[in-house]
């Protein structure tokens, strides 16, 4: 089984529909991320989270939410999707310790289209 | 502000060498990684530089020059199975990473 899962891994959707993007890791990591993938614009931090009780905005928060139910589960939502917001959605996690040379892992990302 | 920036294509041919730089203006720094993504796949971590200098890992090296703000990848024997893009992130102090947009390598016979 993988290490960081994400579901769904394929999903179309219709404009102003609420959708959750879901990540569940085994690894035991604190830190977890939430980053979208555009062509020529690389990967954008949504949001990302610390520990349960700590969430913070990234890059491009706007018409997203997300939920951090546990370690091992953070969710990305959005609220009402729009065209714009078609891409691929990558989580992440570290382990917030380590070192700081230790490297992200990434889950196998969930492409999302917005109709 | 944040900048990153790397070359968005480069082709090289197989069994020869390859550098991919990458330039970045940042708030904070805590080392900077460079990641390779098949396409259609998740990145992978490659390698990390934190102080100024080389380091090796196999047939991929990574520089850093924090003063001039400047990285590169180096890439050696190429193989075909090394046709990606790559990515050059910086970790801020926070530990959240920036990404830049990537540079898609094609290897060719």
């Known amino acids: 089984d993988a290490d960081v899962t994400q579901t769904p891994r394929n999903r179309i959707t219709k404009t102003g529909k609420r959708i959750m993007l879901e990540c569940s890791q085994t690894?035991?990591?604190?830190?977890m991320y939430w980053y979208r993938q555009d062509p020529g614009l690389g990967l954008r931090l949504i949001y990302y989270?610390?520990?349960?009780?700590?969430?913070n905005k990234g890059e491009i928060s706007d018409g997203y939410s997300v939920s951090r139910q546990a370690q091992a589960k953070f969710s990305l939502s959005l609220e009402s999707a729009i065209p714009n917001q078609t891409a691929l959605y990558f989580c992440?996690?570290?382990?917030?310790?380590?070192?700081?040379?230790?490297?992200?892992?990434f889950g196998s990302g969930t492409r999302l289209t917005v109709v | 502000g944040q900048n990153i920036d790397q070359p968005t294509e480069m082709t090289a041919t197989e069994g020869a060498i390859v550098q991919i730089n990458c330039t970045y203006q940042t708030s904070g720094f805590n080392g900077l990684f460079w990641y390779q993504q098949h396409a259609g796949e998740a990145p992978t971590f490659l390698s990390y530089n934190v102080l100024d200098g080389l380091e090796e890992k196999g047939r991929f090296s990574s520089f850093l020059s924090r003063s001039k703000g400047y990285s590169y990848l180096l890439l050696k024997e190429l193989q075909m199975k090394d046709s990606a893009s790559y990515l050059c992130?910086?970790?801020?102090?926070?530990?959240?990473?920036?990404f830049g947009a990537g540079t898609r390598l094609t290897v060719k016979p």
């Open positions: 992130a910086v970790s801020r102090f926070s530990n959240d990473m920036r």
């Open positions: 690894k035991g990591h604190d830190r």
């Open positions: 992440a996690t570290h382990p917030g310790t380590g070192g700081p040379g230790y490297g992200y892992t």
């Open positions: 989270s610390f520990d349960v009780k700590d969430i």
